[in-house]
């Protein structure tokens, strides 16, 4: 009969780490010497660990705690000596092995893609934030972005909080994915305005050029250039032609009004410059203005107003109270 029964497992991964001590080498050769079977196992044992190298640092792997758990199910529990299983065993050992490093190895990858981190608008100052993969996001004042350092290879995602305008890099094979509160939007290169700012759970999107899919929990809908959807306060989901042109003003600092109810116009300016108001007498609100405001402080644009309506708007407590008797 053939001897193979003199081999420790733990000396065997030491040697296969570049870690076993002289006298453990010798130990592995002789091994080696006593069955021309141990060195196909030993080259079995050899490819797992390449392989295992390949897809990540295989030090962050714990293998004693690995290689624990694949004995517990292959050696008989009243077994107290060291010896070698049959091959059988040892090749299903060992695949078992390999299936386990190649999924530790998949989960540290992803994890290991890059540290997440997180920009904020402020520390922009109103540049675009450049992303891994060349895609560029600008952020509304009081907006952050997170994302990892490098993109894993199958998709890029990233995280939103507040208000984001989006040039993503074409790339067929990884989808560019940003979550934003409840929802979820797929693109593979296109340019959109992502609004998750608002408190509850309203959200706006509008797409620019390319494709999206925005998808909730629930629902799933893709839109085309000049497309809007929205989910409203309380959770509902519609999807509508855009035709508002201020939605990207916060950017571009260009405000645009045509015979347009000061309702709206205050909307937009608030979205804009990201401010609260309230209207003294509602009958305003109806009042059509016409003008352009192009890069103009939030100070600037209001005394504009109260000139063209010879009203007054008053700031309290950080809202603006308009004052007016109506057109």
């Known amino acids: 009969m053939k001897n193979r029964s003199t081999i420790d497992e733990h000396l065997l991964l030491s040697y296969l780490k570049g870690e076993a001590t002289e006298a453990e080498l010798q130990q592995v050769e002789a091994w080696l010497a006593l069955d021309e079977g141990n060195a196909a196992l030993l080259d079995k ?7 295992a190298d390949a897809m990540a640092d295989f030090a962050a792997i ?4 690995n290689w624990s758990q694949v004995q517990r199910k292959i050696q008989p529990k009243k077994a ?6 049959p091959k ?3 090749v299903a050992a060992a695949i078992l092995l390999i299936a386990t490093v190649a999924f530790l190895g998949r989960e540290f990858m992803n994890n290991s893609a890059g540290e997440m981190q997180t920009l904020m608008a402020a520390s922009l100052n109103g540049e675009a934030a450049i992303l891994p993969d060349g895609s560029q996001v600008w952020l509304k004042e009081g907006s952050s972005i997170t994302f990892p350092e490098e993109f894993s290879s199958d998709q890029r995602e990233v995280t939103l ?18 979550k934003a509160k409840q929802t979820e939007t797929r693109v593979l290169g296109t340019s959109f305005n992502l609004n998750a700012s608002q408190e509850g759970e309203r959200i706006e999107l509008v ?3 390319g494709k999206v899919r925005f998808s909730t929990q629930d629902e799933v809908v893709v839109l085309a250039p000049g497309d809007q959807v929205v989910i409203d306060e309380g959770g509902k989901l519609s ?11 916060w950017k571009t600092g260009t405000l645009v009004f045509e015979n347009t109810p000061m309702k709206q116009v205050m909307e937009d300016i608030a979205n804009a410059y990201g401010i609260t108001y309230e209207f003294e007498n509602i009958a305003f609100m109806n009042c059509p203005l016409t003008t352009r405001f192009e890069n103009e402080s939030i100070e600037n644009v209001l005394q504009a107003i109260e000139a063209l309506f010879d009203i007054e708007i008053e700031e309290n407590n950080g809202a603006y109270i308009i004052k007016g008797n109506g057109c």
Request: hydrophobic share 45%; proline share 4%; no cysteine.
């Open 62 to 65: 714990d293998v004693d705690k």
């Open 239 to 249: 999807k509508k032609e855009n035709s508002n042109g201020n939605f990207l003003a």
């Open 161 to 178: 909080k507040g208000e984001g305008f989006f040039e993503v890099a074409h790339n067929p094979a990884q989808p560019f994915i940003v």
């Open 45 to 51: 044992w050899k490819k797992a660990w390449q392989h």
């Open 88 to 90: 059988i065993w040892r």
């Open 80 to 85: 107290k000596q060291v010896f070698l299983l």
């Open 207 to 209: 797409l620019m050029t």
